[in-house]
């Protein structure tokens, strides 16, 4: 239930605030003065586009914030709860519209998505405007109102979760027909490639062996040279580290017997000479591995080239190649067992697709029940409408299939989509003797407000939305048909809250609270205001109403006599 909207440079709006209550209240007041501003601003709430355009002149941003009771076990707590939101607290959804059009939306204060504040406020207030028959024209909207009023949500969805289960499993079976038109080509390629990375005989880490050995070839020479050099600089040449070492120990041990604490020193000295003889034999056996051959050179070269190949074509590494084989392996093998695969997924998918029809069509038949049974509701609202002579129908037709609709997506001659198989359109026929039409065929702005207001009070019971707004619905209709109007609303306030715009007294009288809307200049602007009235406030408005611009006695006591036998 909308408790408090706050409204603050917003069109001709300065700084507004408004309290309400439950039941039924009405804003009233002359052309122009702001009462389709409120509901353009209830409408930002509920996640409309905001505009700069609507931003009050000399003002850089506008600000709307609106305070809504919630129930704790609804849709919007829920949502609330799930956005870590605390429901307890209420719901507070506050915009900000910016002249750089950077606007803000802030939920209990926390910055959130127009998304989230869509998904939030889907059921919390549903307007209904001058043109609200535009919405109930559109022959989309006519299946979901029939499945609301017949308690079908829950079957709907149920066919809409089966529908959605279906769909893989059609493209995994179209996906497997796929595979088998492409069978030939496909194990053509995949031998290919296993003859390929077979006829390779790869080896575990081969390609870094193989990297190693082709520096060494390249480098073959300045390997020996190095080597070689560092034997004959260790051993065999003349005044070697070997023979320096043995004259050094000699001189050494002489001087040990002077002083036996240098034994010790000479026995590391000569250590360190048996080392290095160790350390040369080392040497001449890697010099005997230092290969200068060109053709080696060449054949190595030539083996990388292959792998690098390989990796390039199969995935970056040799362990990826041998998974890419393993990988071939797993796919022949499950190309063998295709067949089986497919009269699998052909079970699957029509068991599911026998749950799904039977669903849709149980649907149908309830859907055709309760056509009948909205169309006498109806029928029955709008001769209390003053439209007693009016025919209401709901016309049932398959979903057409089209081309691109999936052969496993028929059912006799409908196409089954999220919905089911139905499509529903409320026909009309306002005048005796004529023919049932679409309702997008009726020209009267007051016969298509009348089935508005006819189709919101039958569906009151069902409708999960809090707080109705009529914006000036009751176009095109007036006296006691007016009254009758106002009647209906009343009595949709005993389950909802209910705001309406009118410009009829006959419809007001009925109201538990009124608000008058005017516009005055101050301090040379133009400023819409709202104040709510007391009961003699009520008479001269219901006068005002009545009579125009001149007030008389007369009207005031028609006004006060109309308050009274409200």
């Known amino acids: 239930m909308l408790r408090e909207l706050s409204i603050k440079n917003f069109a001709i709006i300065d700084d507004l605030h408004i309290r309400f209550d439950s039941g039924f209240t009405i804003m009233s007041g002359e ?84 998304r ?50 279906l769909a893989p499993l059609i493209r995994n079976l179209d996906d497997l027909k796929g595979k088998k038109a492409h069978q030939g080509e496909q194990i053509e390629l995949l031998g290919f490639q296993k003859q390929e990375i077979l006829a390779a005989d790869i080896q575990p880490d081969e390609d870094a062996r193989l990297e190693r050995e082709l520096i060494r070839l390249k480098n073959g020479e300045v390997l020996y040279q190095a080597v070689n050099s560092g034997i004959g600089e260790l051993y065999s040449t003349r005044n070697a580290v070997v023979e320096r070492l043995g004259e050094v120990k000699k001189q050494l041990e002489k001087a040990s017997r002077i002083d036996p604490d240098l034994a010790p020193r000479v026995e590391g000295i000569a250590e360190a000479t048996f080392r290095i003889e160790e350390i040369v034999n080392s040497l001449r056996s890697y010099l005997g591995t230092i290969q200068m051959d060109d053709r080696r050179l060449e054949a190595v070269d030539e083996r990388l080239n292959r792998l690098r190949a390989l990796k390039r074509k199969y995935g970056g590494s040799l362990a990826s190649v041998a998974d890419t084989l393993a990988g071939i392996d797993a796919a022949l093998a499950g190309i063998e067992n295709l067949a089986d695969e497919i009269a699998a997924a052909e079970k699957t998918l029509a068991r599911h697709r026998q749950a799904l029809a039977e669903h849709a069509v149980s ?10 049974d909205l169309a006498g509701k109806v029928e029955a609202e709008l001769a209390r409408l003053s439209m007693s002579s009016t025919r209401f129908a709901v016309a049932m037709s398959p979903v057409p299939a089209s081309e691109a609709t999936h052969p496993d ?158």
């Open 31 to 114: 052309t122009g003065a702001g009462k389709s501003i409120i509901i353009n601003a209830v409408n930002l709430i509920l996640g409309s586009r905001a505009a700069a355009g609507w931003i009050r002149t000399g003002s850089e941003t506008a600000e709307i914030e609106a305070f809504f009771e919630i129930d704790p076990n609804g849709s919007a707590a829920r949502i609330m709860a799930e956005n870590d939101l605390d429901p307890a607290e209420g719901l507070m959804i506050r915009r900000i519209i910016a002249r750089n059009n950077r606007h803000r939306i802030y939920i209990n204060q926390h910055p959130a998505t127009i």
């Open 116 to 165: 989230l504040l869509a998904v939030i406020s889907e059921n919390l207030a549903c307007i209904s405007g001058q043109h609200a028959h535009q919405g109930l024209l559109d022959e989309d909207q006519h299946l979901r109102i029939l499945d609301q009023f017949g308690g079908l949500l829950p079957l709907r969805e149920a066919v809409g979760e089966r529908f959605r289960e």
């Open 363 to 372: 649907l149908s038949r309830k859907r055709a029940e309760t056509g009948r």
């Open 409 to 566: 997506l028929f059912w006799e001659d409908a196409a089954i989509g999220c919905t089911g198989i139905d499509r529903a359109a409320f026909m009309i026929a306002p005048n005796v003797g004529e023919e049932l039409k679409p309702l997008s065929a009726i020209a009267s702005g007051g016969e298509l407000s009348r089935v508005v207001l006819a189709l919101k009070a039958i569906l009151a019971a069902t409708d999960a939305v809090e707080t109705l707004i009529f914006d000036e619905v009751d176009a095109g209709i007036g006296g006691g048909v007016a009254e009758i109007v106002g009647q209906k609303l009343a009595a949709l306030a005993r389950r909802h809250q209910v705001l309406c715009i009118t410009h009829l007294p006959q419809i007001a009288k009925f109201a538990d609270h009124h608000f008058a809307i005017a516009k005055n200049v101050h301090d040379g602007r133009t400023r819409t205001t709202l104040r709510p009235l007391d009961d003699a406030e009520r008479v001269r408005e219901l006068a005002r109403m009545l009579g125009g611009v001149e007030m008389t006695q007369a009207t005031l006591d028609h006004a006060r006599e109309m308050f009274e036998k409200r």
